[in-house]
């Protein structure tokens, strides 16, 4: 079997109303994509998505022709390319789509089938006032999810705290929260400077009040002093490493134990190949492992395989904030929205590969 075409299918879809993100100051009023498609001569297909693939039409030669099967050459490649070129993982994720189709069977058995379903999380985007924020978790618990995140302002943090008590008061004890302070990145353009350790210690304490299951990016991934006292001084657990680039500083990170709960998202890190390992090591030092998802449901699949796979956990993040992002928003590109179950599981699709359909005649209306 071989590699017989790759194309990039670009879309957008208008955001009617846009979507208010709280890490971008912009309103987001359309939602892109880049879907990679990949066909062998056997006639089997396979997709990826996640990140935009923007110059790789150059490097496409270095897999056309060759067997999909051989994903180790292919990761090493994807690897040199990073250097000279963008991170092309979505390729490998559709390399990951072929084989498990042309096995028949589940990725998430190929890397080594410990779970068949992971809870998942309702990962939240939006600063709301308090009211409306309470109002919208209690309607997610309502379709079934156990846990959600909050993002809290570090320009507005007495209000941030305060909705985060509320809405621990609003659920009561057994449904877990999650804070995302988002100080390890920015957005292009966003030239502040981080909120400093004594600061970050001071909002976990406060947010322990309320007691979070995790405080994420609270500080640069380099500040690693920073971060093992903001966990050592209030027992809060610190989680990152959604932005991290390539296997060599997550496997730094996992080596200096800088986090307890490590999200690396394999469409934008390292691969699935490379996260997997990762991962394992993870859970090895007894941390969590839940990687980051904030693309669409090809994204969100191809990370969950990796959980299920082996074993990670204890959740996958399922990116949503009604009325303004939704399933179908996130996932126009497919046939059917990628859905949580009423007991606020997400399950590994009994499909072989990744377990979707792409919507192909959509996808190429919206590609203009």
């Given at each position: 079997m071989k590699i017989a075409g790759i194309e990039l299918i670009r879309a957008d879809l208008p955001l009617d109303p846009p979507f208010d993100a709280a890490w971008d100051p912009v309103p987001r009023t359309r939602f892109a994509a880049t879907v990679v498609k990949v066909t062998t001569d056997e006639g089997i297909v396979g997709y990826g998505s996640g990140d935009?693939?923007?110059?790789?039409?150059?490097?496409?030669?270095?897999?056309?022709?060759?067997?999909?099967?051989?994903?180790?050459?292919?990761?090493?490649?994807?690897?040199?390319?990073?250097?000279?070129?963008?991170?092309?993982?979505?390729?490998?994720?559709?390399?990951?789509?072929?084989?498990?189709?042309?096995?028949?069977?589940?990725?998430?058995?190929?890397?080594?089938?410990?779970?068949t379903a992971i809870p998942a999380y309702a990962s939240t985007g939006r600063l709301l006032g308090r009211e409306a924020r309470v109002e919208s978790i209690l309607a997610l618990r309502e379709r079934g999810f156990q846990a959600a995140k909050l993002r809290v302002a570090p320009d507005d943090l007495a209000n941030g705290i305060g909705t985060v008590l509320a809405?621990?008061?609003?659920?009561?004890?057994?449904?877990?929260?999650?804070?995302?302070?988002?100080?390890?990145?920015?957005?292009?353009?966003?030239?502040?400077r981080a909120m400093d350790p004594p600061q970050v210690r001071r909002v976990a304490q406060q947010l322990a009040e309320a007691d979070i299951f995790w405080l994420e990016e609270p500080l640069p991934l380099d500040d690693l002093p920073g971060l093992w006292t903001v966990r050592e001084q209030t027992g809060v657990r610190v989680a990152g490493g959604e932005m991290v680039r390539t296997f060599e500083e997550l496997l730094d990170l996992v080596e200096q134990d800088a986090l307890d709960v490590y999200q690396p998202d394999v469409v934008l890190a390292a691969g699935m190949h490379r996260?997997?390992?990762i991962a394992e090591l993870v859970r090895r030092k007894n941390r969590f492992f839940t990687p980051h998802t904030w693309s669409n449901g090809i994204g969100l699949l191809a990370n969950l395989h990796v959980v299920a796979g082996v074993g990670g956990g204890p959740y996958v993040e399922y990116p949503i904030d009604p009325p303004t992002w939704t399933e179908q928003r996130r996932d126009f590109m497919l046939t059917e929205p990628v859905r949580v179950g009423p007991d606020g599981m997400l399950r590994i699709p009994d499909a072989p590969g990744l377990g979707f359909e792409v919507d192909e005649e959509r996808l190429r209306t919206l590609a203009g």
């Amino acid at each position: 079997m071989k590699i017989a075409g790759i194309e990039l299918i670009r879309a957008d879809l208008p955001l009617d109303p846009p979507f208010d993100a709280a890490w971008d100051p912009v309103p987001r009023t359309r939602f892109a994509a880049t879907v990679v498609k990949v066909t062998t001569d056997e006639g089997i297909v396979g997709y990826g998505s996640g990140d935009t693939m923007d110059g790789f039409e150059p490097y496409a030669g270095l897999f056309l022709g060759k067997d999909p099967l051989q994903i180790g050459r292919h990761v090493r490649s994807l690897e040199t390319i990073s250097f000279h070129g963008g991170r092309y993982w979505p390729l490998e994720t559709a390399l990951w789509d072929i084989i498990g189709k042309a096995l028949n069977t589940p990725v998430a058995t190929l890397f080594g089938g410990c779970e068949t379903a992971i809870p998942a999380y309702a990962s939240t985007g939006r600063l709301l006032g308090r009211e409306a924020r309470v109002e919208s978790i209690l309607a997610l618990r309502e379709r079934g999810f156990q846990a959600a995140k909050l993002r809290v302002a570090p320009d507005d943090l007495a209000n941030g705290i305060g909705t985060v008590l509320a809405v621990r008061e609003a659920v009561g004890p057994d449904f877990r929260l999650m804070v995302d302070l988002n100080q390890a990145w920015r957005m292009a353009g966003d030239i502040r400077r981080a909120m400093d350790p004594p600061q970050v210690r001071r909002v976990a304490q406060q947010l322990a009040e309320a007691d979070i299951f995790w405080l994420e990016e609270p500080l640069p991934l380099d500040d690693l002093p920073g971060l093992w006292t903001v966990r050592e001084q209030t027992g809060v657990r610190v989680a990152g490493g959604e932005m991290v680039r390539t296997f060599e500083e997550l496997l730094d990170l996992v080596e200096q134990d800088a986090l307890d709960v490590y999200q690396p998202d394999v469409v934008l890190a390292a691969g699935m190949h490379r996260v997997r390992t990762i991962a394992e090591l993870v859970r090895r030092k007894n941390r969590f492992f839940t990687p980051h998802t904030w693309s669409n449901g090809i994204g969100l699949l191809a990370n969950l395989h990796v959980v299920a796979g082996v074993g990670g956990g204890p959740y996958v993040e399922y990116p949503i904030d009604p009325p303004t992002w939704t399933e179908q928003r996130r996932d126009f590109m497919l046939t059917e929205p990628v859905r949580v179950g009423p007991d606020g599981m997400l399950r590994i699709p009994d499909a072989p590969g990744l377990g979707f359909e792409v919507d192909e005649e959509r996808l190429r209306t919206l590609a203009g």
